[in-house]
């Protein structure tokens, strides 16, 4: 990514960094992989990896906020819950989840999700370094009900962020990466039952 971020920008684009050593982190030789059709069901989805994807029709919106905007909305959060650890990422991403909760009009037993990618490196021990070239990236997910998630405050679901960034410690990601070398998997973008494919993308500036 930060590569694509130097070429994106015009910037000079320096020489590959040294920190590809496969000893850094768990690595296995022996995983599989195919080509076969995905399966119908989702309870053997490390069976197969490769697939063409057919993409539905895009419908994008672009929001901005300014820097004033995201600091009152940090604010916030951090004011109904009496903390000072939520960030305005964690915060952002709160109110974004709960507008889209109210405005589908789930209904308020059904569960729903946020997932956040989240960068690995240094949350290990020992720490990989920011330039090491393997796929450190990780998915994190919070989960509460339709109800629960639009009836409490923006503090609430701001909190369970905060708590599922903190859980993902070396612990958890070791144990998640000796699961995944026992059964492999890819994520996927799928389309809802709606025929839509529902992403979320935020630029950090």
């Known amino acids: 990514m930060l590569s694509f971020h130097y070429i994106q920008k015009g910037l000079l684009f320096h020489k590959p960094p040294k920190a590809f050593n496969k000893s850094m982190c768990l690595y296995s030789s022996n995983l599989p992989l195919t080509s076969t059709k995905p399966s119908t069901t989702m309870a053997t989805p490390y ?5 063409r994807f057919e993409a539905p029709e895009l419908r994008k919106r672009i929001f901005h906020f300014s820097a004033k905007s995201i600091a009152d909305l940090k604010a916030k959060p951090n004011a109904e819950w009496d903390a000072k650890e939520i960030s305005s990422f964690q915060s952002l ?13 789930i209904p308020r037993d059904q569960s729903t999700s946020c997932m956040m990618a989240a960068n690995k490196r240094a949350r290990l021990k020992p720490a990989l370094p920011e330039d090491y070239f393997g796929n450190m990236i990780t998915i994190l997910k919070a989960d509460a009900k ?4 639009v009836e409490r405050g923006l503090g609430w679901s701001a909190w369970k962020l905060h708590e599922t960034v903190m859980n993902n410690t070396n612990e958890k990601i070791r144990e998640s990466l000796e699961e995944w070398t026992q059964r492999p998997y890819t994520y996927q973008f799928v389309q809802r039952r709606d025929g839509e494919l529902g992403q979320i993308q935020y630029v950090w500036a």
């Open 47 to 51: 069976l197969y990896y490769l697939f």
């Open 146 to 149: 339709a109800g629960e998630l």
């Open 93 to 105: 991403s709160a109110l974004v989840w709960r507008a889209i909760t109210r405005a589908r009009r």
